[in-house]
Structure formats: structure tokens, C-alpha cells
């Protein structure tokens, strides 16, 4: 059972949760946010444990204001716009990260953009007491939907998170809007708790719909990030002029070999392996080997979205 308390009670038991990396269920005016410090790798981790996601798609950032916006993304002057006319509120705008953000790459997925937004009311007033930016998805496990109040989040995550603020019934009920500026173009990403006719009265423009498929799962998408260089998986030796990406305390065979090696969790933990996965393969990626040579990894917890991911970055490039 997961500790129930209103958000005049919940401040600084919410914020000393997430100074310890933990997650906290809070209200936001769309619906409950599954909140967790976007600069700490272990407490995006925790998120993506707690919702049983299968595999890890990006998550919103939610900041408190333009002013920590523009140190994670750089804004262009529609986005800027925008951000002016709807935050705080549902609004959720996809923007080039920073390449120094504050921001764990277990929350892009290791995208080179982030999707941004400002809450109202206790979710803001959290973030801008915590001084970070809190990725947060819906406060439901993977395929259930959105929670909008504490007795959904409680009824369905009550036994997996140590805290929920109750704020009451959500005010929207439905997630942000999402939209991305590309270029000339503004796309919709995912219709939500603002109507794309508002959106499109303050950008003057029209919003250019992605087709029947929303991008509900970027992860799925070709721009998705994915290595350069090629993987190999559950590999149980290193070939000559492999890199690996290891796990556990067992070696594949002629490790001593390898270019370069980095270990997701040496003591197995795949919490720490989540928090590290995106990181790890950016850093091999970048040391020249012809093949990273990735070592088996249990499909267990959270293993399987990290297998999931493993499997996308090694498919071959369309
Ligand atoms: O109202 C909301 O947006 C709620 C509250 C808690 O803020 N949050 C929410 O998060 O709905 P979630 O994780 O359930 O949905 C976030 C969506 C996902 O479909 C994800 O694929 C997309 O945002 N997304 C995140 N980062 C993205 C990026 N860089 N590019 C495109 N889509 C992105
Ligand atoms: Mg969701």
C-alpha cells in the first residue's frame, strides 16, 4: 500500500522521496503523473519498473518554468510561443536537446529531442521546489489507462510506489497535446487535453497530422536512437575488433580481446542496467569498434524492455 497524503500535507515528504531517487504518484491538471528525478538514471529506472512498461519509450520532462526549459532544449521562436500561450497547462512540446542538459538519457531513450511541458499547480510547485525537471509518464501500469485520481493510481500502483498526492479529480482527464516544430512544419504528435484549433489560432499555422499513426510509441520509429555501429547479441565470445556491452559478473569468452567494454550492471541488478543501457551504448558507440558484442541478458523485470530496446537497436537499418 502506497502512503496517501493531500497536497497540502505531501511537499516535503514528495521531495525528500525524490531526493533519494525514489518515485512519487502526483496530480497534474491532465491526469497523474508517475514522477521520478529526470537527472538520476536510477529513478527513471524505478518508473519504467514500477508501470511494467515492455519496453522504454521517451518520457515527458515537466519543468517549472521557461527558464529551466531552456537549460535542458533549445527553443525556436514558435516553440517559444507556445510554451508562452500554454504553460503552464497541456502542453507538451518536443524540442532539440541541449548536448550538457541535466537530463538522463534513459528519458529521451536516447533521443537526440525531449518532450517538454509545464504542470500546474502541486507539480510545478514540486519542480521548482526541487530545483530539477521530473520525468513523469501517466501514473498507470503498461496498457491500462491514464489514472485521474489517487484511488485509480492507488488501485492500480499502490503495491509497487512508497507515496501518492492526492490532488483530487484531474481537471483535463486526458494526457497533453503533443506537438514538435519541424522546420516550417508544426505536427501534432498526439491530440490531448488542448485542442489543436486553440494550438493553431496562437501559431497562426496549420497543424500537420502524422497520418493515422500517432506517434503513441516513437520507439517504434525509424529516427528512433539506435547505434551506428552494428550490434551483436547475446553474444557468449568476443570476435577481433568488438567492443561489448556486458552484464553480470561472467565474461564472455576473450573479453581480454575486446576494444572496449563497459558493464550495464556488473552485480546484475537491472535497475542499474536500465539506468545505464542508453549511456553505455552511446559510449561504445563512439569508440570506433566494427561490432558492440552485447552478452545475454535475463528477460526478467526489467530486462525485458531492455532486451526490447537491444533487439530495436540491432535490427537492421531500413
Ligand atoms: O498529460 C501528460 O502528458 C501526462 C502527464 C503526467 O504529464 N504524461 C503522459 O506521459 O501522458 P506518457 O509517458 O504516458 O506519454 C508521453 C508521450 C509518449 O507517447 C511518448 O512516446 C511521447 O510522449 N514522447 C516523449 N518524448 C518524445 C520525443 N522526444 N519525441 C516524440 N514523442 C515523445
Ligand atoms: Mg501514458
Redesign the pocket.
Known sequence: MAEILKTVEAMDRALALLEAGQVVAIP?E????LAGDATNGEAVARIFEAKGRPRF????A?VSGKVMASEIAVLDPLSEKLAQAFWPG?L?I?LPLLPDAPIHPLV?AG?S???L?M?QGFAAQLIARLGRPLA????NSSGKI?ATSAAAVEADLGARIPLIVDGGRTEVG???T?V?VEGETLRL??P??IAAEVIEAVSGQSLVRTGGAM?????MLASHYAPGTALRLEATAVMPGEALLAFGSIRALGSDQALSILNLSPSGNMREAAANLFAHMQALDRTGAATIAVEPIPSTGLGEAINDRLRRAAAPRS
Not at 57 to 60: D, F, V, Y
Open positions: 497534474t491532465t491526469v497523474y503523473g519509450n521517451p518520457l515527458i515537466h497541456p507538451t518536443v529521451t533521443l529531442t525531449i518532450a511541458r504542470p513523469a509518464p501517466s501514473a491514464s486526458v494526457e497533453s503533443i514538435k504528435l498526439r490531448g487535453g506517434v503513441e510509441a516513437p520507439g
